[in-house]
């Protein structure tokens, strides 16, 4: 349980992120300073890799009803990297 402690820590520090992955596993990555805050990232279907995407904030493009407040935002791509496609 400690692990998972200092993860969350780190998380609510902005020092890491968290990615919720297919298989309802948590997978961790340290913040990228130059890409801070919510970001989308693509998952290859076939090695399982995970990577951030570079872009605007994943809220962008989004409207929310009146009144309705975002807290964090977790958009995934999902399909095959450069190595698994070719």
Same mark, same amino acid.
């Given at each position: 349980?400690?692990?998972?402690?200092?993860?969350?820590?780190?998380?609510?520090?902005?020092?890491?992120?968290?990615?919720?992955?297919? &298989?309802?596993?948590?997978? =961790?990555?340290?913040?990228?300073?130059? #890409? *801070?805050?919510?970001?989308?990232?693509?998952?290859?279907? /076939?090695?399982?890799?995970?990577?951030?995407?570079?872009?605007? &904030?994943?809220?962008?493009? =989004?409207?929310?009803?009146?009144?309705? #407040? *975002?807290?964090?935002?977790?958009?995934?791509?999902?399909? /095959?990297?450069?190595?698994?496609?070719?």
């Amino acid at each position: 349980m400690t692990l998972y402690r200092v993860l969350d820590w780190l998380v609510e520090r902005d020092l890491a992120h968290r990615i919720a992955a297919e &298989d309802r596993v948590w997978r =961790f990555n340290a913040m990228d300073r130059v #890409q *801070p805050g919510d970001h989308a990232h693509f998952h290859c279907t /076939r090695c399982g890799q995970i990577v951030c995407l570079d872009g605007p &904030d994943s809220t962008a493009g =989004f409207a929310l009803p009146k009144g309705y #407040q *975002p807290e964090r935002t977790e958009i995934t791509i999902h399909g /095959r990297c450069p190595r698994c496609a070719g």
